[in-house]
């Protein structure tokens, strides 16, 4: 059973750094891996998607790696805004046309 | 092009009612999904549907739900006889079907309270 884990579960920092938000899966065999974020009491907005053939995924000032093999992604903020805050979720689907399976989040706060 | 429409937006049910959930899909997508969130909890895979047909179901609690996408019209997810423990955020997906680049689309959720 496909297991999603997000580390940390929350981030505070100030204007201007750069974030870096962590996913793990259990199981490497993934058709691909989606990053989405939701805003309080709102959706989700999709960010990004790397198929699983693919190293990375570029939009901006955000950049989603894979490393299938070692089951995990990381998502890349640059110069983050305090319009970055919101919660970051990875999701993966095992199989085309398949269900995806959520991380808990990583529930972001950028400080003015 | 308008995107994934879900109504209501919120939905106030007494224990004991029916809820009825719509989701419309975008525009030339054929596969629907259905998602629950529950308080302080993350997405929840629930039922994975394409025109008339359910493909997955295996998130679905056997009892009180139902879900359906028909020929003409919205997928509709249905939760009979309604408890506290259902109130949740419910979101609907959908997506171009089996093409190499199979995003999910999301829609901006129902939030169902059960008094």
């Known amino acids: 059973k496909q297991e999603v884990t997000q580390i940390p579960a929350a981030l505070s920092v100030p204007e201007g750094e750069n974030l870096v938000l962590n996913c793990s899966f259990t199981?490497?065999?993934?058709?691909?891996l989606q990053w989405f974020r939701q805003d309080p009491g709102k959706g989700l907005t999709s960010l990004l998607l790397?198929?699983?053939?693919?190293r990375e995924q570029t939009s901006g000032r955000l950049n989603a790696s894979l490393d299938k093999s070692s089951g995990r992604s990381t998502l890349y903020i640059a110069a983050s805004q305090p319009g970055d805050s919101a919660t970051y979720l990875c999701a993966v689907e095992k199989a085309a046309g398949n269900k995806l399976t959520f991380g808990g989040g990583t529930r972001v706060l950028v400080k003015p | 092009n308008a995107g994934v429409m879900q109504n209501p937006r919120h939905l106030v049910r007494r224990r004991g009612q029916e809820a009825r959930l719509r989701c419309s899909p975008m525009k030339g997508h054929s596969h629907v999904y259905w998602y629950r969130q529950l308080p302080e909890e993350g997405l929840k895979f629930m039922v994975y549907l394409q025109k008339e047909n359910i493909i997955d179901e295996s998130g679905m609690p056997k009892e009180r739900f139902s879900a359906e996408f028909p020929k003409e019209g919205p997928s509709i997810l249905r939760i009979q006889q309604v408890v506290r423990g259902d109130s949740a955020a419910y979101f609907c997906?959908?997506?171009?079907?089996?093409?190499?680049?199979?995003?999910?689309?999301f829609g901006p959720g129902t939030r169902l309270t059960v008094l």
């Open positions: 199981d490497s065999a993934i058709y691909n």
């Open positions: 997906a959908s997506s171009p079907g089996l093409a190499v680049y199979n995003e999910q689309f």
């Open positions: 790397i198929q699983s053939s693919q």
